[in-house]
Structures are given as C-alpha cells and as structure tokens.
C-alpha cells in the first residue's frame, strides 16, 4: 500500500513506473551506460532511449559521453532526483508510521521481530531459488473442487462468480488476502 502511495506521487511528479525504475538504478549507479540500464531493467535500447531523453528534458539525470567508448554515453542523476527519492523515503516513512500507531508498544515490537523473521525467511528461500516453496507446490495437488451430485444441472464454469474459488475449502481458508502483501 505504501508502494501504492508512492506510486501516485510519482505520477503526480509526472514520472511513470518505469521511469522511476531507471532513476532508482541511475541513483544507486551514477555513471552506468545505457546498455547496463538496458541489461539490468530488461527493456530494449529504444525504450531507454525514450525515458533517458523524456528524464533529461525533466531535470532528473543528465548524460555523458562515455571516455572509454565514444558510442555510449553514461547516466548520471541530478539533484531533482536525490530529492524525489528523500521525498519517496519520507512518504513511506510517514505511511508507516501511521500504520503503526494502531498497535501498544508491545505489539509493535511483536509485529517487527515477526516481519524480520519473514524478511529473513523469504530472502533465504528466494536467493537459494525457491526449493521449498517449489517442491511444496509439486508436492501438493490443488485440484477443484468436487461438485456435489444434485439433481439440477450442475452450475457451468463460465457462470462462476469474480472472485469464487475452485479449491477446497481447506486450501482456500489457508491462502492469505492478497492485500496483505502490498505492504
């Protein structure tokens, strides 16, 4: 949700998502070559090309020809963009903050030592490249739903409700809320 908040900010500041993409890499490479920013972003030539030159008449980054290849040129960012990202980082803080005023001191200590070990979690399963998470989904079969056998015709597929699950009960009360991520 604060990444949402952030999101229209930028937009506000007339940066789209892949734009502040670029500068957040600009920010934390000065001097990286286009053909980097392309490589790490996985966008083609054209469309750096495009945000570079649409940053660049913006005030956020700048270009220099690259001294040890005259072809490329290397991106540099401007101040402007130091204080978009203070600013990005002073609006999560502030979302964040109030979020937890809801909660006694003691729940907000119990609340972060819960989300450092998720963070930790997560990050271990994710640089080791998902083996439990993978092997837990082959493991499990999630299969539909049995209808039950009635006497009227049973209910089509295409007539199914937004938002209606096919998985057992059971595996569906144990999936969290989507929105519980965005945070």
């Not at 949700?1 to 600009?26: F, H, Q």
């Not at 700048?62 to 990005?88: C, I, V, W, Y």
């Not at 079969?141 to 209606?164: F, V, W």
Request: hydrophobic content about 30%; some cysteine.
């Amino acid at each position: 949700m604060a990444n949402r908040l952030s999101v229209r900010m930028m937009r506000e500041a007339g940066l789209g998502t892949a734009e502040s993409d670029l500068l957040r890499l600009v920010k934390q490479r000065p001097g990286i070559s286009q053909k980097e920013a392309c490589a790490q972003l996985g966008m083609d030539k054209g469309a750096v090309a495009r945000r570079v030159v649409n940053l660049e008449q913006k005030g956020y980054l700048t270009r220099r020809s690259n001294p040890s290849d005259a072809r490329s040129q290397l991106l540099f960012p401007e101040p402007k963009t130091e204080r978009m990202n203070d600013a990005g980082a002073s609006t999560e803080d502030v979302f964040y903050d109030w979020l937890l005023e809801g909660l006694s001191e003691a729940g907000r200590s119990q609340f972060c030592e819960a989300l450092h070990v998720l963070e930790e979690r997560a990050k271990k399963e994710s640089e080791a490249g998902f083996p439990n998470v993978c092997g837990r989904m082959q493991r499990e079969e999630i299969k539909p739903q049995e209808e039950p056998e009635s006497q009227g015709e049973p209910k089509p597929q295409e007539e199914q409700t937004q938002g209606e699950s096919r998985l057992e009960p059971e595996k569906r009360s144990r999936r969290p809320e989507p929105d519980i991520w965005l945070l």
